[in-house]
């Protein structure tokens, strides 16, 4: 069974602040996908990120970065020096390789990001 | 723009209504879904269609029916619904292989009233 845990339901930052999302993971595959979504109020989940289970280099785009680390199955995203437009539900999202293709979705944090 | 288009936007319904919500997407993919997201609860995957043939009803009251009757267009038909259908109901494609990122639709709200 595949789990994805996301402790944070909301978190609150002034404009600037450094903030990380954190995102748990539980599965039996040795082979998977982990994934960010961010959920504007508009709606629609928009993708950021896709990493593979065997690659564990952290990455950085822009203001983003994000953290995998296997040994405690975790896949932490962070945003540097916030703004407002980053506010927005954030989902962190599994998905086994091989047979399903049905991505298991924590329950989101929501952040604020006020000016 | 993400390449899933939905419509309506929003709609509100009686719940002796019929109504339908429509997706469509051009991106070439041949698995789509279709996801409830309601206030303070996680996404909840309700079907999954791969290449035109549902593979997944994950438990969903028949008062929901999809048609999918081509790779890029799938619906949701409603009928009788209950308020607590109430909900944002939205729309994904992705590759049928599994390794890559869903696309999702900006949703319907839906009200019902």
């Known amino acids: 069974a595949q789990k994805v845990t996301q402790a944070q339901t909301e978190i609150s930052v002034v404009e600037k602040e450094d903030v990380t999302l954190d995102c748990v993971y539980e599965t039996r595959d040795t082979t998977y996908y982990l994934f960010w979504y961010k959920q504007p109020p508009s709606g629609e989940l928009v993708f950021l990120i896709r990493r593979n289970s065997f690659d564990e280099q952290n990455e950085i785009s822009g203001r983003y970065s994000w953290n995998f680390q296997k040994s405690t199955s975790s896949f932490n995203f962070t945003i540097t020096a916030s703004q407002v437009v980053d506010s927005a539900v954030y989902f962190c999202?599994?998905?086994?390789?091989?047979?399903?293709?049905?991505?298991?979705f924590g329950r989101g944090t929501s952040l604020i990001v006020h000016p | 723009e993400t390449g899933v288009t939905q419509t309506p936007r929003h709609l509100v319904m009686g719940m002796t209504n019929k109504k339908s919500l429509k997706c469509e997407q051009h991106?070439?993919?041949?698995?789509m879904y279709w996801y409830k997201q309601s206030a303070k609860k996680p996404l909840e995957l309700m079907f999954v269609y791969n290449f035109k043939e549902q593979t997944e009803n994950n438990s969903v009251p028949s008062r929901f029916s999809p048609e999918c009757p081509n790779s890029s267009h799938l619906f949701l038909h409603l009928h009788t619904l209950q308020p607590e259908d109430s909900a944002l109901y939205l729309c994904?494609?992705?590759?049928?292989?599994?390794?890559?990122?869903?696309?999702f639709g900006q949703g319907t709200r839906l009200t019902v009233v």
């Open positions: 999202a599994l998905l086994p390789s091989g047979g399903s293709y049905i991505p298991t």
């Open positions: 991106l070439g993919h041949n698995a």
């Open positions: 994904a494609s992705s590759q049928p292989s599994g390794v890559t990122e869903a696309f």
